[in-house]
């Protein structure tokens, strides 16, 4: 029963024609965007291109490479017979002649990045050859350089401010927020859809109020659901087409997790409840009434996520409103990004949520039927909660 | 044979007592008319049978068992307030309420397909219901009321502004149900209608029932009045018990305690002139209606 009513919220939400026509501009706007701004950023990204005089350079190209790699620049290296006046062909940032003692760099404009390759390649290619003269193993001697570098430990203050895991932290709370509201407003057009066409009469005569609101619930979930993955998969498939993904230095698969579990937690805790109070209007104009408040129930909580959370990410404060079900939904994934939840934290927050979800369903369902059949003015939430 | 009980019905809102006790029964095949004023209480009965409403006292049963969900699902339900999604095709709808009902989806398609025939919408079961004129959506409303085949019909003002075509077809379709055996209750303020299709009648007067039987029973009064009328001739005399409440020229309107003294000025009146009539008075729904309703309003004030 609540599955067909769930079907058909799913299935009217889903096939409107303003959701189709709107996911498909969304669908055109990323795939192409993607696609036309590909070869920009690939441009930027192409190797830069060296040519090796033959005759007196060739010696360099190993130390080239290797500088390259050190360095993480991408270099490609051509040999070429550079003549009596060497110049960079078409399409080459430079030309280097002369052996490794008396390197010669001649550059098509300003590449810094490029002359402190060829200055590490040419140091390297000095250094072996001495090593080399004196009776040395230039390549032990590289090995334990290499192994001379300092294993870098932060101690004191570990919670300088993370750009990075902020903006991570940011994005997902505030995905969360966006995708939270809209399935509530939705839910709660629908309420009151049903409520001012009245046919909540027809369906309440073989329908328990409490299966109606729990399958409007369920399909209205189900709907933001695919709507946001109608526009996540072609972002997440864009960015990972256009590289970006590789740049991310940030727990992604944690914080896409604790966006999951948030959305379904936060998804029953808000919806279950303003889909209960929705029925205390009965025109879609005095909606607003009842989405004041929820606004405010949903923006503190998301603005005390966004700067509660960074300058005292384990603060008492902080740590109480974990565990408050309509703060969880928020503070849990940004405490998340920045490391400072404990597994028990979660596991607690989690355990609330879904105690008081039954409670919730409880008391809106109360209201709800209470409610749903009164006509007129906006009614007293104390009132329904009595009658129903 | 199955009976629909509604047994010492309460209900107030606030102060205001909606209901206060209203009990009738309605059997197996019976049409069962619910008159009363605006306001009387109709709607409030019919929606506590429905559960849509939670009454304050009493019980309704059907088959000595109170009403529950498994029942209620197999009533037809036209609620007063019609509704429907407006933005939702004829077909789907009829077919998801069906379903709603418990009916399989290919029962609810066959279903959904001969009532829209029946009641001729057929044509407009790809059309939102938003589209359709306010008759169509009427016929539309019934369709869903009956499209689950139910057990039990309680239909809220079901003949309200419907063409006579449409009227024809759905008294047609109240009589198919009772016929099967369907209880049918439904509220009406189109008394002649109610007099010609309904085998029983309550009238509900300010939460309470103030007249309950078939039409015949309502209609004969303690003292049953005849008119006279002659042809020529006069009528005069003296009959034990009778009073001419009323003449006109030839014409006069007696009360009579019973038959056989009506018959006393029968028979004198043979005796003076040329009968032209001789007839009971029988009370139309709608005098009834006004009487009870008056009767009771003037018996509040006294």
Redesign the interface.
Known sequence: ?MW??AK?EFR?RTMSKANLISSGIMLVVVIGGALIAKPFLDGESEATVLEVDTATAAPLIPYLDSAAAAQDFDLEVVEVDAGEEPAPSEGAAGVLVGPAEQPQLYLGDGNDALVSVVHGAAQAAVLDERISDLGGDPAGVGDALAAATPDVTVVGDTNDFDGQTFFAGVVVVIVLFFVLIQSASVIMMGVV??KS????????????PATLLGGKVLGVGMYSLVQAATMFVPLVGAAWYLGFMDTLDVPAGLLVTNFAVWFVLGFAVFTILFGGLAALVSRQEDIGSITTPMMFLMMVPLYLAIYLVPNNPDGTATVVLTQVPFFAPFLVPMRAAFGTITTGETVLAIVICLVTIPVLTWIAGRVYAGAV?N?GGRMKLTEAFK?G | MSILEIDALEKSYGRVRALDGVSFNVSAGEIFGFVGSNGAGKTTTM?II?????GDGGQVRWDGAPVD?QV??R?G?M?E????????KVGEQLV??A???GLSEADAVAAMEHWTDVLGVAERRGDEVDKLSLGNQQRVQLA?ALVHDPDILVLDEPFSGLDPVAVAVMSEVLRGQAAKGVPVIFSSHQLELVEKLCDRVGIVKAGRLVALGTIDELRSTDRQQWTVTLADGDLAGEWPGVSVTAQGERRWLVEAPSRDAAQAVLASALSQGTVAEFTPVRPSLTDLFQDVVSDTEEGAHA
């Not at chain 2, 307030?81 to 939702?88: A, I, S, V, W």
């Open positions: 029963m067909l009513i058909r009217t859809e049903e066409s009245r046919v909540v009469e027809v369906l309440l005569a073989t329908v328990r059949l006509t009658r | 929606r429905l559960g849509v409403l939670r969900l209620r699902r009533i339900y609620p307030e019609r509704g429907l999604y407006p933005r939702m998801y309420l379903q709603l009902h869903a």
